[in-house]
């Protein structure tokens, strides 16, 4: 089953967002499968968002995510990557629609509350740089033929 990794970002943690985000993931049907809070170092935050070295904002951005502890959460379930994807609109929260995280609940790129995979390569790569194996549960719901048709 497909897996996503999701970041309620330091400023959803200042900013008492982070049960809001958690909550309207859990509402699209995903299955929570792992949560944690984590402080996360220079090295880390590098490598995390790795792709984006050499960008103009990759400084300010690896700062603002080793600023404060987030919480990070692995969410389980069909195109898992692409609903949680939508559930948080676009990067640029003037750009994300109402009914988004983002687009309700922020107003800045460099602030936009939340992080999501962007494909499942790379949500199986960020899922194994937070979590060891033993911290994904695995455990079945008794209501998922009401969320899942088979
Ligand atoms: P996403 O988080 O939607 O996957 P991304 O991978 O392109 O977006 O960028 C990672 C983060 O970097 C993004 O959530 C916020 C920050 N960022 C991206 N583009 C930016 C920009 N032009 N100015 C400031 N921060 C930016
Ligand atoms: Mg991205």
Same mark, same amino acid.
């Given at each position: 089953m497909e897996r996503t990794l999701v970041l309620a970002k330091p400023d959803a943690v200042q900013r008492g967002l982070v049960g809001e985000i958690i909550s309207r993931l859990e509402g699209t049907g995903l299955k929570l499968v792992a949560l944690k809070m984590v402080w996360m170092d220079t090295e880390m935050a590098r490598r995390h968002? &790795?792709?984006?070295? &050499?960008?103009?904002f990759f400084d300010g951005l690896v700062q603002f995510i080793t600023s404060c502890p987030l919480v990070a959460a692995v969410f389980e379930g069909p195109k898992a990557v692409e609903i949680a994807r939508k559930a948080m609109g676009d990067t640029d929260p003037a750009r994300a629609p109402s009914g988004t995280i983002r687009g309700d609940l922020a107003l800045d790129i460099g602030r936009n509350i939340v992080h999501g995979s962007d494909s499942v390569e790379n949500a199986e790569q960020e899922i194994s740089l937070f979590f060891k194996p033993e911290e994904l549960f695995s455990y079945e719901r008794q209501i998922k033929p009401w969320i899942i048709e088979s």
């Amino acid at each position: 089953m497909e897996r996503t990794l999701v970041l309620a970002k330091p400023d959803a943690v200042q900013r008492g967002l982070v049960g809001e985000i958690i909550s309207r993931l859990e509402g699209t049907g995903l299955k929570l499968v792992a949560l944690k809070m984590v402080w996360m170092d220079t090295e880390m935050a590098r490598r995390h968002y &790795g792709i984006h070295r &050499g960008k103009p904002f990759f400084d300010g951005l690896v700062q603002f995510i080793t600023s404060c502890p987030l919480v990070a959460a692995v969410f389980e379930g069909p195109k898992a990557v692409e609903i949680a994807r939508k559930a948080m609109g676009d990067t640029d929260p003037a750009r994300a629609p109402s009914g988004t995280i983002r687009g309700d609940l922020a107003l800045d790129i460099g602030r936009n509350i939340v992080h999501g995979s962007d494909s499942v390569e790379n949500a199986e790569q960020e899922i194994s740089l937070f979590f060891k194996p033993e911290e994904l549960f695995s455990y079945e719901r008794q209501i998922k033929p009401w969320i899942i048709e088979s």
